[in-house]
């Protein structure tokens, strides 16, 4: 049997398949299809310093082989999310990372040290990207602006921390490096691509909020490539996202650099999925006379040219 441990340099995982912030809620949904004790881990919806609406509905419309979601990280705040749902997590046997958002340092500071002090977490994972909340994306387009949040964070707790990062920009490198030497432990690629939808009838945007994000199938290319030039550059470790639905590929984004993967939109229409790929991912490296996962990870073969 394959070794499936993985290593994010300071988190070390059973397994690299883990379930993706937003398309997993905060676990307990999902009962009935997941065995929990089976995963990599467990990343809960974004949770920000104070409640937040969300965005105005509608807040997702179907697309050609993926969805556009504007939620706007509706959630019930920092402070109830530790109370109430991190105990839940916590006993959930398997790691529980974070995804906090905020507006400002001095709030990523004050929850990542908060967690410090939790028992049950594994990791923080930083949603320095999300395109449809005010504020947020600011950070991850900037590599000075994305470089400080990460040197806050590891100020303020010694728990591994990832960087989420937004394609939304002219190239993910310069990003990618910055938070890599502000001490991110791993960065998790790729955030939803800003999108729209029109309803040309109505003469209207779809979503309420007009903008959304854009995941599944259809930005699995980009996510790949973006993974793979990211990977030829920084050396922290990667975890890959993107529209993986299949064996298939989380092992194309393993040999793409990435160490581990989220499933997130196939969490909509077939749950139980996750523990589906962890059952095939044996077999799957064994095809490849591979021992463990890390002896794929990064060796995507490029033919040399004349």
């Not at 379930?19 to 089976?38: H, I, L, R």
């Not at 229409?269 to 794929?296: C, D, F, K, W």
Request: aromatic share 4%; hydrophobic share 45%; glycine share 10%.
């Amino acid at each position: 049997m394959a070794a499936l441990t993985v290593s994010l340099n300071r988190l070390t995982l059973k397994n690299p398949i883990l379930v993706a912030s937003g398309t997993f809620g905060y676990a307990k949904e999902m009962t009935a299809f997941v065995d929990f004790t089976q995963l990599g881990g467990i990343i809960p919806k974004t949770v920000t310093p104070q409640p937040r609406p969300g965005n105005p509905p509608p807040r997702t419309v179907e697309t050609a082989s993926g969805m556009l979601n504007s939620i706007g990280l509706d959630n019930d705040g920092f402070d109830q999310f530790v109370a109430e749902k991190l105990p839940y997590l916590a006993g959930l046997g398997t790691s529980i990372i974070v995804n906090i958002a905020a507006k400002t340092n001095d709030d990523f500071r004050r929850m990542a040290g908060r967690l410090h002090e939790v028992a049950g977490v594994s990791a923080i994972e930083l949603n320095i990207s999300c395109p449809n909340v005010s504020g947020g994306v600011d950070f991850g387009t900037d590599p000075e602006l994305a470089a400080e949040v990460v040197a806050a964070v590891r100020s303020s707790c010694s728990i591994p921390v990832i960087a989420k990062l937004t394609p939304n920009v002219t190239s993910v490198i310069p990003i990618a490096k910055a938070v890599a030497e502000a001490g991110a432990d791993a960065v998790s690629l790729i955030n939803t691509f800003q999108g729209m939808a029109i309803d040309w009838k109505r003469r209207r945007p779809v979503l309420g909020n007009v903008l959304g994000g854009l995941s599944g199938p259809a930005i699995k290319p980009l996510a790949l490539r973006i993974v793979w030039q990211v990977a030829q550059q920084v050396k922290i470790p990667i975890i890959g996202i993107g529209g993986i639905q299949s064996i298939d590929d989380v092992m194309e984004f393993l040999l793409a650099g990435a160490t581990a993967v989220q499933i997130g939109t196939a969490n909509f229409y077939n749950p139980g999925l996750s523990n589906q790929l962890i059952r095939e991912l044996p077999a799957a490296l064994t095809t490849l006379g591979a021992g463990s996962v890390a002896e794929v990870v990064g060796t995507l073969q490029i033919p040399k040219r004349d």
